[in-house]
């Protein structure tokens, strides 16, 4: 029944769609972890009416649906993703920048919309300068830094209910956020946004980013594979420093250690399994609700069963 579906919908994606329909797609290559297996179908539409084709389609199949950006802050298990993961990384990422908004669809770079916003003379996402991945994955995980954060400049946002295949127009005040957390649905494909922006001046914007973008450099192990932080800060706490002085910096499983640069860092020095990662997260969860009795709750999404 799912392998009918599965192949029905590969099979009308590529009769009437211009973007390209993978079967079988490794997903730690599109993972900044680069690890996992793979999707049963991964599909990037050519552009927006390319999506508007394959919406009622891949409403009909009915199969399981992931939408990725950038894949810097998801995990693949080594079962991968049995599923269509759709990207919108080829076919949807134009940058408008208005006066007091941009427009700016989620398949956009974070980093690249932070820096043409500079260029602009607008300020306002400035802490995206050094967050990989998309303009969607920062909304839908409400990304951060220096104290900005995505959900806070969103004025409103539109995409596609991939489950009833109908169109969803949220403003900020439809949304509940928090930090590293929205209620957006899993079925819902934010397609563009509209980012709250003020006047600047270029170079004091570029001054600002230069100071956050070295500090990164300074305590991030930018240099490996990872997903960023893997855990996020309980409430008061540093999540790197409860890590830290639980004794867990160093900590390896396989070729998958907890960084020495920055301990809240899982990176991946050449391993070939998700399940090293995943054994790792439990034995640093463990270790520190022993030493500190706090719960650590994962902020990379894991995929796959
Ligand atoms: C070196 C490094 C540094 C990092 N630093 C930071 C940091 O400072 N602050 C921070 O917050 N994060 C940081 N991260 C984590 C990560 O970059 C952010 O969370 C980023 O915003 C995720 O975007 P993405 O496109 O890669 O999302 P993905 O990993 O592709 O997806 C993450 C989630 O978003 C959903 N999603 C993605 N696109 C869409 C869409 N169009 N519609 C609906 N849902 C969607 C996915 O389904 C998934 O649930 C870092 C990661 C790395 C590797």
Redesign the pocket.
């Known amino acids: 029944m799912y392998d009918a579906r599965r192949n029905l919908l590969a099979r009308e994606i590529q009769r009437q769609c211009r973007g390209k329909l993978k079967r079988d797609e490794s997903l730690a290559k599109h ?2 972890f680069g690890l996992g297996g793979t999707a049963d179908l991964f599909f990037s539409p050519a552009d927006l009416s390319d999506l508007a084709i394959a919406v009622p389609l891949i409403k009909d199949a009915g199969l399981p649906i ?9 995990l693949v298990r080594d079962s991968g993703f049995h599923g269509l993961v759709i990207s ?1 990384t080829t076919g949807a990422r134009r940058i408008e920048i208005g006066d007091d908004e941009g427009v700016i669809q ?2 956009a770079s ?1 980093q690249v919309v932070s820096r043409q916003c500079q260029r602009a003379g607008k300020t306002g996402l400035e802490f995206g300068c ?5 303009i ?3 909304i ?2 409400n ?3 220096w104290g900005g954060e995505t959900m806070d400049r969103v004025n409103w946002l539109r ?1 596609v209910d991939l489950r009833t295949s109908r169109e969803i127009y949220l403003k900020q005040s439809d949304i509940s956020f928090g930090y ?1 957390h929205t209620n ?1 649905p ?1 079925d ?4 563009e946004a509209g980012f709250r922006l003020a006047e600047g001046d270029p170079k004091t914007i570029a001054a600002e980013m230069n100071r956050m973008l070295a500090e990164r450099k300074s305590t ?1 192990p ?1 240099s490996n594979r ?4 893997i855990f996020k800060n309980p409430p008061s706490h540093s999540a790197g420093a409860l890590i830290d002085s639980a004794g867990c910096k160093g900590m390896s499983i396989g070729a998958v250690k907890v960084s020495d640069v920055h301990a809240n860092f899982m990176v991946n020095l050449g391993g070939h399994s998700t399940e090293d990662v995943l054994a790792l997260i439990a034995r640093v969860q463990k270790r520190v609700f022993q030493v500190h009795k706090i719960e650590l709750e994962t902020e990379v ?1 894991i995929l796959g069963e």
Not at 66 to 74: A, E, I, R
Not at 226 to 229: M, V
């Open positions: 993972t900044t992931f939408p990725l950006g950038g894949g810097t802050n998801t919108l989620a398949g974070t050094g967050i990989p991945g998309t969607g994955g920062a839908w995980g990304a951060g830094a995409g590293r957006l899993t819902l494909l934010i397609v991030q930018l990872s997903s960023g932080c999404r």
